[in-house]
């Protein structure tokens, strides 16, 4: 993390000038990188007023642990919250994730298929 905060830190912010960037010290406790979403809400331009991260009605954050991480993980986590919207992960709907024409190699199996009763092989002989 400290490499990251001395290498790498002042090129991302640089890149990125709209981000506000706020580093504390955390002693004794896993190094998070914290994001705060500032949901937009309808207002005349007449009352604009300026967001800020103290109304929690708006706000969405999202936080991630970068224990143990080197500082190209750490920077491919932060640019996942630079360019993430705050939302919720979804699940993606539509069943099965892989389509074919056909359903099986095999297809699809029966007990009426094959030669005779489907009963035929359980029977004791004796």
């Given amino acids: 993390m400290n490499e990251f905060l001395t290498h790498n ?9 709209t981000t506000e960037i706020h580093v504390s010290p ?9 994001a705060h979403y500032i949901a937009p809400t309808p207002t005349s331009p007449s009352t604009f007023s300026p967001p800020s991260l103290s109304s929690s ?8 642990c970068v224990r143990n991480l080197s500082k190209e ?6 640019e996942l919250l630079l360019y993430g919207n705050g939302a919720k992960n979804r699940r ?10 056909n359903e099986s190699v095999r ?6 298929h094959g030669v005779g009763s ?5 029977s004791r002989k004796g």
């Fill in 9 to 17: 830190l002042p090129a991302f912010t640089r890149s990125s000038p």
């Fill in 26 to 34: 955390r002693p004794h406790t896993h190094p998070v990188i914290r």
């Fill in 57 to 64: 009605a708006n706000t969405v954050t999202k936080a991630i």
């Fill in 73 to 78: 993980q750490i920077q491919q986590k932060a």
């Fill in 92 to 101: 993606v709907k539509g069943g099965r994730v892989v389509s074919s024409l």
């Fill in 107 to 112: 297809g699809v199996w029966s007990p009426m």
């Fill in 118 to 122: 489907p009963l035929e092989g359980l």
